[in-house]
């Protein structure tokens, strides 16, 4: 051996024996044992989707007369129910829906609601009451009390939402496996983490940074190795969304130790001529669900699949002056997988002549009662502990 080559390997190795065991761990599992977990992948339409032009109630004399420019016709929409139908842009959902795939859950939502994006959202990512100011989210509450690595909960974006962090352990963001990788192993980066001193892992701030920053090295590490494994040959739409989906399908059907997938489509925001902007959107969305849900059939592994997919909040009932809508409430949620025991349309229709005084739909089913649902009937942990609280499970799982 080189002298130089010894030097350089005798430094990683005792650097490396700095790194707290269950770091070293993960680089050790077997990349060929399949997970076989349940998991989900949860889908924000960021911005706020108008949910009345998702599910139509098409044969609603209200519904026709608040929105005379922006209503969808019969002929626009596929047939649900008599008086309730999808955006003729959702046929892959429309399928699903047929198939017994799909739950569709009416006037999801929360009391008192915020009509301001950011605010929203920080509610539905947190599981907060609309008075509550929470620093950690839903998810990352998971993590902490059920998990053992941050990669358990993988955001497939470039930066990390709200919804993955937790007080001790946060998910991990990943748009490229090779590039996280890659960046991880970047000398300023590698010569941190092969050289900390274990004493700072129990400073506060400084502490925390080195931890963020080995738990990210060794989840690159081990995210690299396993998405090896499968690689689809599945042809996605060509969208940045389907991108992100296929990655999730390679991280799926490789054995990921991972039980939430992250994931969002933006561009909901239709204050003015809506029609257009979200029709296209909708049919980005339902085009790469049909790829993905293609994709895990084929390799065994939608049955272990939950699809979860929201928004921060509805539309306003009556269309604006330009043509589009302003920011509502209670909107619908969507719940795909191939092992629902409860698909279909889950409960009662929008109430169009029974609005607050600000002429939007009131709520009925609490967001927090899908997350009690999906926590409690499908990861199978406790979820009042991590909601902050005991909400009514509902039985689409």
Same mark, same amino acid.
């Given at each position: ?123 539905? /990512? ?22 053992? %690595? ?59 940074? %080195? ?59 239709? /204050? ?90 009131? /709520? ?34």
């Amino acid at each position: 051996m080189q002298r130089r080559d010894f030097l350089k390997s005798s430094i990683l190795a005792s650097g490396m024996a700095l790194v707290p065991s269950f770091l070293k761990g993960m680089e050790m599992l077997n990349p060929q044992n399949l997970s076989g977990y349940k998991n989900i992948v949860i889908i924000q339409l960021s911005g706020g989707n108008d949910g009345l032009n998702t599910i139509v109630p098409v044969g609603n004399d209200i519904y026709h007369r608040l929105r005379p420019n922006i209503a969808k016709s019969r002929e626009a929409t596929i047939r649900i129910q008599d008086n309730l139908a999808f955006n003729d842009n959702l046929k892959a959902l429309a399928k699903l829906y047929d198939q017994g795939e799909l739950c569709l859950i009416n006037n999801v939502g929360y009391p008192n609601p915020n009509r301001s994006h950011f605010r929203s959202s920080d509610i539905w /990512h947190t599981a907060s009451s609309a008075g509550e100011y929470l620093k950690t989210g839903w998810i990352g509450r998971y993590l902490d009390a059920n998990c053992q %690595y941050p990669y358990q909960a993988i955001e497939v974006d470039k930066g990390l939402s709200l919804t993955l962090k937790g007080e001790k352990m946060n998910g991990i963001a990943v748009d490229n496996p090779n590039l996280l990788f890659n960046n991880t192993r970047e000398p300023f980066f590698k010569n941190i983490v092969t050289n900390a001193n274990t004493a700072l892992l129990h400073e506060s701030n400084q502490g925390y940074l %080195y931890k963020t920053m080995l738990e990210t090295y060794s989840s690159a590490s081990y995210i690299k190795e396993k998405s090896k494994i499968y690689h689809t040959k599945m042809q996605y739409p060509n969208s940045g969304f389907a991108k992100d989906l296929k990655t999730i399908a390679n991280f799926i059907v490789s054995g990921l130790d991972t039980r939430v997938y992250y994931s969002s489509l933006g561009g909901f925001d239709s /204050h003015v001529n809506q029609l257009k902007s979200q029709d296209k959107l909708l049919a980005t969305y339902a085009e790469g669900i049909a790829a993905l849900v293609t994709d895990l059939k084929q390799n065994d592994r939608f049955d272990d699949t939950l699809i979860l997919t929201f928004s921060e909040f509805g539309r306003r009932v009556k269309q604006n002056a330009s043509n589009g809508t302003d920011h509502g409430t209670a909107n619908n949620v969507f719940v795909i997988g191939g092992k629902l025991k409860k698909a279909g349309v889950y409960n009662e229709v929008p109430n169009l002549s029974k609005l607050d005084a600000n002429g939007d739909l009131i /709520h009925t089913v609490d967001f927090r009662s899908v997350y009690a649902t999906i926590l409690n009937n499908w990861l199978m942990v406790n979820d009042t502990t991590i909601l902050n609280g005991d909400f009514d499970k509902l039985g689409f799982v």
